[in-house]
């Protein structure tokens, strides 16, 4: 068993909230050097730039997760975490459908660049990805999960957009990989909640708009780093399991 | 005021199939679509007035024993959540109107703030 210090939440210059300064090469110096091995991207109902981030980690003990910070009817943000880019691209599709044909205006929403392995520049996305998708919380884990994706849903305890706010307390019917709780938070405060759905693991991750930002708040103890590995640390089975960390 | 008599006054339609009795009132309303806040600001036996119809809307009526729900703007609960609405005796009440204009409406009709 190896254990890879892992961030499953980042954002890069395509989520028009992320510094100007998270290109792939950026990112990848920033996780190299805090001794992160595992990196999902998951930028805002988007997943243009996950290639980019996976060439420019080439040559790097640093393995980068497919993802995507997917926001629900309810206004919650579901990170979904995949194996593979055509996995992304197969919920990116179904996202493209339902995500309401509004523009960006970058002067108040800030920029949408898709780049290149380098960092530079090959087009800006239109359409605002900072919005809600018509995906239920429930459908969108249904389909995560019919992906063979992990649904986590992010900053729980977060008034924008965290779980909690917008629907008062962790519904009972819903498959929950793991729970992401706010980078400052206790998780003794989610898990002492009577909705809490027990055994559910919760998680910490940078959700790295800056550089400086990017964290591995979490190891995992796992053979490989697959989400079939991840997903037995979050179940504490076959003796993965996963441990928060302070800050390097 | 009778909820029979919101009903008419705003032009509802019901999404659950529960009879609406002559002991169903409300004085109060509350508006939000934040389930958190409501939870800690709708009073008992208030209306809700919110444009979201996922499940977790009944289960917050129930436990604050609301009278009904004003789902707005043509939001749509699904079968299940209407299912579990009639176990709660929720009334789930619907409009293509606005959040604002069905608060407005309430006032004019003589409901105030929860």
Same mark, same amino acid.
């Given at each position: 068993m190896k254990t890879y210090r892992a961030d499953l939440h980042l954002h890069t210059?395509?989520? *028009?909230? %992320? +510094? $100007? %300064?998270? $290109?792939p090469p950026v990112i990848i110096d920033e996780a190299v050097s805090s001794g992160i091995h595992i990196l999902a991207v998951t930028d805002h109902n988007h997943t243009a730039n996950i290639q980019s981030v996976q060439r420019a980690a080439r040559g790097y003990d640093l393995t980068i997760l497919a993802g995507m910070e997917l926001q629900t009817a309810e206004d919650i943000h579901l990170l979904c975490i995949f194996d593979t880019m055509d996995q992304a691209s197969a919920l990116q599709e179904i996202v493209d459908h339902l995500l309401p044909a509004i523009l960006n205006k970058p002067d108040y929403f800030g920029e949408q660049f898709i780049v290149d392995e380098t960092g530079?520049? $090959?087009? =800006?996305?239109?359409?605002?990805?900072l919005n809600s998708t018509a995906l239920t919380l429930q459908s969108a884990m249904e389909h995560i999960h019919a992906l063979n994706g992990l649904a986590i849903p992010a @900053?729980?305890?977060?008034?924008?957009?965290g779980l909690l706010p917008a629907? !008062?307390?962790? *519904? %009972? /019917?819903l498959h929950y990989d793991a729970i992401e709780i706010f980078k400052? =938070? +206790? *998780?003794s405060s989610i898990t002492s909640l009577p909705s809490y759905p027990a055994g559910v693991s919760v998680l910490k991750n940078? /959700?790295? @708009?800056? *550089?400086? /930002?990017?964290? !591995?708040a979490c190891c995992y103890c796992i053979e490989h780093p697959t989400i079939e590995e991840i997903r037995k640390a979050f179940k504490g089975e076959d003796g993965r399991y996963i441990k928060h960390v302070q800050r390097n | 005021m009778k909820l029979n008599e919101i009903t008419q006054k705003l032009n509802l339609h019901q999404f659950t199939n529960q009879e609406i009795g002559s002991?169903?009132?409300?004085?109060l309303a509350y508006c939000s679509d934040m389930l958190s806040c409501v939870m800690t600001g709708a009073g008992h036996h208030s209306i809700w007035v919110t444009l979201q119809a996922h499940q977790n809307i009944v289960a917050v009526a129930a436990l604050l024993e609301l009278t009904a729900i004003i789902i707005t703007e043509n939001a749509l609960p699904d079968e299940a959540t209407i299912h579990k609405a009639n176990q709660e005796g929720i009334k789930l009440m619907g409009t293509s109107e606005k959040n604002f204009e069905v608060c407005g409406k309430l006032w004019e009709i003589g409901l105030r703030s929860s």
């Open positions: 210059v395509l989520s *028009p909230c %992320a +510094d $100007i %300064a998270m $290109i530079d520049f $090959i087009r =800006s996305e239109d359409r605002l990805l @900053h729980v305890d977060r008034q924008a957009y629907l !008062g307390f962790f *519904p %009972a /019917d400052h =938070s +206790d *998780p940078s /959700d790295a @708009h800056f *550089p400086k /930002d990017i964290h !591995g | 002991d169903d009132e409300a004085s």
